[in-house]
């Protein structure tokens, strides 16, 4: 997922023509940060995604195209699972 992500903000970056360590000053990071995060080595908050969005003037669903879809099979199982643990009247625990 991460390296999805990383090759589109790659890819958004050069559009904007900037360079890593251009964007790393906005950012408030090291150069070598963004560039770990391009090669999706780096997790980085929503925070820090928010801002590259906004400094590149890209959308944020163009920035986590490609990303695999979720295992949806696996989703349900864990869903049934705890709904059959969950005490009646406690909805909001």
Do not use: W
């Given at each position: ?7 589109n ?15 790393a ?6 150069w070598?940060?963004v ?7 780096h997790?980085?908050?929503?925070t820090t ?5 906004q400094?590149l003037?890209?959308?944020p ?5 490609g ?8 989703a349900d ?13 406690k909805?909001?625990?």
């Open positions: 997922m991460l390296q999805a992500i990383g090759k903000i790659r890819a958004a970056r050069l559009k904007a023509g900037l360079t890593q360590e251009c964007l000053e906005l950012l408030g990071l090291h070598q940060t560039s770990n995060m391009e090669r999706g080595v997790p980085f908050s929503i995604f928010a801002l590259i969005s400094y003037e890209a959308e669903r163009d920035l986590l195209s990303i695999p879809a979720p295992d949806n099979e696996r199982r864990i869903k049934r699972a705890l709904a059959r643990r969950r005490k009646p009247g909805e909001g625990a």
